[in-house]
């Protein structure tokens, strides 16, 4: 039962607020144009200055010189159902016919790649991998929901190096900021803000790209877990009650001031990339991602007043899951100048339902996606990409088997990103 608001940052993406309720869990696989038109399934055949984000190893294998990308993804995430109920006790519980905020938002991204240097090649990517928004403004959500964000931001240097014509390998390391924002209240029983941010946490990520034959590409990319502590200053009250059980203290609050930190993961991954030049035109692509959540075991907000340690510090059960994601793109470059996009992705979510909670109403998803790049001149393209995120309905059917006594349906979930970009070769 807490309500933490954690402060700002003056970054180039502070007014980026990150929303990743059309992903699993919430990380962010999509940070381009060509990414948002494949749903992702580019691993093997990446080849625009994005590669040096999703597979460094490839860098070595496109064409010479700079090549740069600047693009943006605006998201818009419409009202998430839900109708059931919570209970507060055994035989009592809280009605509930709601619906979540929208939420829209607007994420740049940046990525360069140099020149090759004898068998080297340097890249550099700005992205938002992962991120966190959901709002609630009715009872029983805003017990433990009424705000929750997460805000992320890398930067993520990579080099490739050309073992020979049909192997490269590729490393990078990830330079992580984060901060978020959760409001979580009950009218008399508690309410809490907490203000704080992360250091500068360090990952890595690693690939290898191999062409065993011309028209073939197989590639394996793996990314670092990286734990993001939360640190900062916790204020609010709780009722006297709390503490005594007696009733006649309910009405009595203890106001607090304290220092304050919480710790989530930001999980590893591994992609295992196929890609096939099925003629001059078309390429295809499949890609199996497995996502390590399992390493998200609690949520646990830890203060340093002991009183309120006692009281509200009573870590949270969340006992993620590893999870899955199916990928297939189609790729055609129609002319010389046009190139068309297209994808189809199963997601599976982490979250288990015994730990589902409002703040997360995460479920399977489908997700469809498509978009084209166009050349305006030899050394400049444009692009414009859509993805349609379709989350299945969660039902919760005993409300027991629920660490947040939640009994009901969550419906409507799901996402609509717009990417828009620029890219330019040296």
């Known amino acids: 039962m807490k309500r933490i608001v954690m402060k700002k940052?003056?970054?180039?993406?502070?007014?980026?607020?990150?929303?990743?309720?059309?992903a699993a869990g919430y990380k962010i696989p999509e940070q381009s144009i060509k990414s948002v038109a494949l749903s992702a399934a580019y691993i093997a055949g990446a080849d625009e200055a994005d590669t040096t984000y999703f597979n460094p190893a490839n860098m070595s294998f496109i064409d010479d010189g700079s090549k740069s990308e600047l693009a943006f993804t605006y998201i818009h995430l419409p009202k998430v159902k839900f109708n059931g109920r919570v209970y507060t006790s055994p035989n009592s519980f809280v009605s509930s016919s709601s619906k979540s905020k929208r939420e829209d938002f607007l994420l740049p991204h940046f990525h360069y790649i140099s020149p090759k240097i004898s068998n080297f090649r340097f890249g550099l990517s700005l992205v938002t991998p992962a991120g966190l928004s959901k709002r609630w403004e009715s009872e029983p959500q805003i017990y433990s929901a009424k705000k929750f964000l997460l805000r992320v931001v890398e930067i993520n240097p990579t080099i490739s190096y050309l073992v020979n014509d049909k192997l490269s390998?590729?490393?990078?390391?990830?330079?992580?900021?984060?901060?978020?924002?959760?409001k979580i209240e009950r009218d008399g029983l508690y309410k809490q803000d907490m203000e704080g941010d992360t250091d500068i946490k360090i990952g890595y990520n690693l690939a290898i790209s191999y062409k065993p034959y011309n028209p073939i590409t197989l590639a394996i990319t793996y990314r670092s877990k990286v734990d993001l502590k939360e640190k900062g200053d916790a204020k609010g009250y709780i009722s006297r009650y709390l503490i005594t059980k007696n009733l006649a203290d309910y009405s009595t609050k203890i106001n607090f001031n304290s220092s304050a930190n919480v710790t989530v993961p930001l999980p590893a991954a591994i992609n295992l990339a196929f890609a096939l030049q099925l003629n001059k035109s078309i390429k295809a692509e499949a890609v199996f991602e497995r996502t390590f959540w399992k390493s998200y075991k609690e949520l646990d907000f830890n203060f340093n007043d002991p009183l309120i340690e006692a009281t509200l510090g009573k870590p949270k059960d969340k006992n993620w899951k590893d999870s899955n994601s199916f990928r297939f793109g189609l790729t055609h470059k129609s002319s010389s100048e046009l190139t068309?996009?297209?994808?189809?992705?199963?997601?599976?979510?982490?979250?288990?339902?015994?730990?589902?909670?409002?703040?997360?109403?995460?479920?399977?998803?489908?997700?469809?996606?498509?978009?084209?790049?166009?050349?305006?001149?030899?050394?400049?393209?444009?692009g414009v990409a859509y993805l349609y995120s379709h989350k299945l309905k969660r039902r919760i059917d005993d409300a027991t088997q629920n660490i947040n006594k939640i009994f009901g349906t969550f419906s409507g979930s799901g996402a609509h990103l717009v990417n828009l970009s620029l890219n330019y070769r040296f």
């Open 340 to 382: 068309t996009m297209a994808a189809i992705v199963y997601d599976q979510t982490p979250v288990p339902s015994k730990t589902l909670g409002f703040e997360l109403p995460d479920s399977d998803a489908m997700l469809f996606s498509l978009g084209t790049l166009y050349n305006i001149k030899e050394n400049l393209k444009i």
């Open 9 to 22: 940052i003056n970054l180039l993406l502070s007014t980026a607020l990150i929303s990743t309720l059309y």
């Open 169 to 182: 390998v590729g490393a990078g390391v990830r330079f992580i900021y984060s901060e978020g924002e959760v």
